[in-house]
């Protein structure tokens, strides 16, 4: 996974350290590399794993600019749209957050210049996570289902294995996977990389607004899926897809149901009950704690 | 013994003319190839944003030995965490001379670091020249390919003339 990503001293550190485990990876300008295993934050040295800052990797301006390049696979502008967004996505799903200086043209961001940190995001693919939850989100049929969750709590992993156990247990729903930044199915030359069953349509690289409206149209599905609705044209689309009669399945960054009802623009999916199952998630015993399944009256169903 | 060596002696001095001529097409072909790789890389750029490997490894079964094995090295230098200089090594064209040899590394060692636009824009830039220097080869390998292989030739035959 990370053997086109980092140079050869780089990855000799890492094969020190429980590669499996590594949830991220920090590099920013001048500092001591960070790596987040299981949640806790350490140190990366030669050896591997550290907590003492002086034996740790210092990551200089070469490090960050050959990571980005090795992400951007020497081709920047087949990655623009993304950097405009602040991520680029490589194959296997691992997700590169990237902060920089924005250069702007005509009131748009045109790019990210000058480099200064990368966050390496590593998905996990965790069979079977959704099974103790999958059956409460049945009432005849599949539930609109909101999965509210803070970052870095599974969220997208869970979305993952939703959509993988809808087709494992022969539900024969057809799944229009809207994977906008390649995190879930991460599409790799038309491929998904990660399984997501065999009832699924993927929509790579696109807003949720084009594709649920062009997708509904013309692909025909019964489950929407997407991964972190937010601000008000996601919202818009959410409305517009729950009343094409088109089922629901997203995930949104939240910290739980309290903070959700104060998110801006979200009162009215809330009010309509777009939403029939709201599944909390939090890192409390580690990420993908699930915290409870609850209805659209926010009642639990499943703690 | 004489006769079979003055024929070496012929043959020889003709290759010298026919590899002349080689030189020169060789020349024509990889400035074709170049900018036939520029008109390539442009559309896959702007349209559908494939990557300069794809672009390249797709590039490669059409073009001639020579630039081929250029792009070849250059794919190297793509997947190895080389410097710039390690792309000099990779472009010692023979047939090319030290102006040009600078105008290919300075094209190839910048390509891919830029968005779609400004990526093109360069593209179009470097395209243009490099379509001068293919018109230069072009008329070179036109007015002096054949002059070499009629001037070995006929010092070929001077050769047999004056030993036989």
Known sequence: ??????????????????????????????????ISVGGKSYFLAVSGLTGNSEKAILC?????????????????????NQIKNGFITVKGGVR??????????????????????????IPREVKGCSLPILSSL?????????????????????????????????????????????????????????????????????????AFENGIRSLKPDIIVCDEISGERDFSSILTASSCGVNLLASVHSKDLESLKKKKDFEEILEKKVFSRFVVLSSREGPGTIEGVYDE??????Q | MKIVLLVITFVCITLIGLMINNYYKKRKNFFCDICEFCDSL?????????????????FKKTCSKEFCDFLASYQKFLLSE???????????????????????????????????????????LNKNLFSKTKERCDEQQRKLSPLYIKLFVVLALLVLIIFL
């Open chain 1, 1 to 34: 996974m990370f053997d086109k990503l980092f140079p050869k001293f780089f990855l000799d550190a890492l094969n020190n350290c429980p590669v499996a485990k590594i949830n991220e990876i920090r590099l920013r300008m001048n500092k001591k590399v960070v």
């Open chain 1, 60 to 80: 200089d301006k070469n490090l960050i600019l050959e990571v980005f390049k090795n992400a951007c696979e020497n081709s920047v502008y087949a990655f623009s």
């Open chain 1, 96 to 121: 590169i957050g990237i902060c920089g200086e924005a250069v702007w043209e005509k009131n748009s961001l045109k790019t990210l210049k000058n480099i200064s940190s990368l966050v390496v995001r």
């Open chain 1, 138 to 210: 049945f009432l005849q049929s599949f539930q609109n289902t909101l999965i509210v969750s803070p970052p870095g709590a599974g969220k997208t992993t869970l979305i993952r294995d939703i959509v993988f156990e809808l087709s494992q247990k022969n539900y024969c729903y057809n799944v229009l996977l809207v994977d906008e930044r390649f995190e879930i199915a991460n599409s790799f030359e038309g491929f998904a990389t990660l399984d997501v069953g065999g009832f699924c349509d993927i929509l790579s690289g696109v807003s949720k607004n084009y």
């Open chain 1, 297 to 302: 009256n926010m009642r639990y169903i499943v």
């Open chain 2, 42 to 58: 442009k559309v896959s750029i702007s349209y559908s944003q494939n990557k300069l490997n794809e672009i390249i490894c797709d």
């Open chain 2, 82 to 124: 080389n410097s710039k200089e390690d792309l000099q090594g990779c472009k010692e064209l023979k047939i090319l001379s030290e102006k040009e040899r600078q105008d290919v590394f300075n094209f190839f060692c910048k390509l891919g670091s830029l968005g779609v636009d400004e990526e093109v824009e360069k593209i179009v």
